[in-house]
């Protein structure tokens, strides 16, 4: 794994802009990522995904489309998808969506990367939200990523505000 050094604690009185949500099922992981970029309910972003097509039955997968088009209903872009070598070259929030890959299935999970700046009074950290429901306390949100696979590449969807006046809608 080539990654950067970084600061693997969270500096004390830090909260997160993110409101952590916890994925229900298997696939719900990209969704509960969307919830927390949101700041909406898993059952919110869940309603608008199979309104866009996802089924509520069966087999089914969150492609970049989809996340792109329930990130537009709240406000924000979703790039395509984009790869990186090192973790330093991140963007400032995305949903990093290649963490522990698996080879032999061809897919991983999906978390809520932040890169929070520096401050004359904090260094520069990143942290991440995990939606994962059997993770051990301390790593749902966190900027301690030895529990995380993170195989380079690394394959993420950056995560921006819409820039328009229309962005204050929601829901469409």
Not at 115 to 131: E, I, N
Not at 142 to 157: G, I
Request: proline content about 7%.
């Amino acid at each position: 794994m080539a990654t950067t050094k970084y600061q693997n604690t969270i500096p004390e009185g830090y909260v997160s802009p993110f409101k952590h949500v916890l994925a229900q099922e298997r696939i719900d992981d990209t969704l509960a990522c969307i919830a927390m970029l949101t700041n909406q309910t898993l059952a919110t972003i869940k309603e608008q995904a199979f309104k866009f097509g996802l089924p509520r039955n069966g087999p089914a997968w969150v492609y970049n489309e989809m996340v792109a088009k329930l990130l537009f209903q709240w406000g924000l872009i979703g790039s395509p998808e984009k790869e990186v070598s090192d973790t330093a070259a991140l963007p400032a929030v995305a949903i990093l969506t290649s963490v522990d890959w698996n080879d032999d299935m061809q897919f991983g999970r999906s978390v809520v990367w932040h890169h929070v700046r520096g401050t004359p009074d904090q260094p520069a950290f990143h942290v991440v939200l995990d939606p994962a429901p059997w993770l051990e306390k301390g790593h749902a949100i966190t900027a301690d990523f030895r529990h995380l696979k993170l195989d380079m590449p690394l394959y993420y969807v950056e995560v921006t505000p819409r820039s328009d006046a229309t962005a204050a809608r929601k829901g469409k």
